[in-house]
């Protein structure tokens, strides 16, 4: 079984993988560590929190960055995509379990955690990568001690298109860009599960309304909560239906086979109009770092992204 830390911005994706997480027989989840994102970190708190009551889960939830590293003040938050509460006007239908509110920052509980059994501890973040970054700065040493890192995140333009926020960047890339690239080039076996393969996975209107009355309390909720979302990419994306970010990352832990992995270091782009954006090299050119340009490449730990995935399976998950 996976020992999974879930790092989280709820966010009705996030609520429906953190489900998936509570349910699946492949995974032990051991914390919640919350992030702003969809919403500040206070309210994905807050929701992390309710989610915990709705769901049954005794585990400690800790909050983690209220903005981006690099970022003076808390910036805006996506109310079109997720609701001004964060689930799509549903946040409200359970009271949040406060008494699992962990006191230390998120950033620190994972840290702890992962001190406490090196080796053991999967990393699942679907948010802003902030926190991770945090834990890295806090205490080097987790690099070696994390089993793997899985991140939702970030686009490589093998569909032909590649961001959701500009044509180049994704969401929890850009929200912090500082962070992601902190992250990406840590030396800790990272897997990223980007716009390429959730933009495949569509929860169509057919499966989201079978949720309804199938399962039970729950599945009526993330049918409730996902009608505000599913407005949204019916305006945006002209589709009826739902990408699947989130849980496709999760899926990711239970059942590598469904995906196509390629290697190369991944290097996120920090100034300019195209801020935000992912860059794998995956040339495989072993080449030295003498011209400027190759010195952001040369000698980075080579990290694995999506590019494929047997979209059936992963919603069958
Ligand atoms: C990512 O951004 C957020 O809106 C979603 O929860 C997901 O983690 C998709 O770009
Ligand atoms: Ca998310």
New binding site residues.
Partial sequence: KHQVIYDT?P????AMALWLLARSPAIELRAITTVF??ASVETTTRNALSLSTLYGLKLPVAAGAPKALAATEEGDY?AH??GEDGLGGLAASAAPANELLDPRPAHELICDMVNAEPGAITLIA??PFTNLALALQHDPTIVSKVKQVIL??GAFGTLGHAG??TPVA???VINDPEAADLVLTAAWPIVVVG?DV?QQVVMDEDYLSSLQGRGGKVGDFLWQATRHYQDFYSEVAGIRGI?S??ASAVAYAIDPSAFTLRRGPIRVVCEGMARGQTIQDHRNLGLPGGHPGRAAWTGRPVQQACIGVDAARVIEI
């Fill in positions: 911005d966010g009705i994706d996030d994102g969809n996506p995509v997720h679907v948010g939702m995140g959701n926020v994704e969401a929890n716009l959730t990408y970010h989130d």
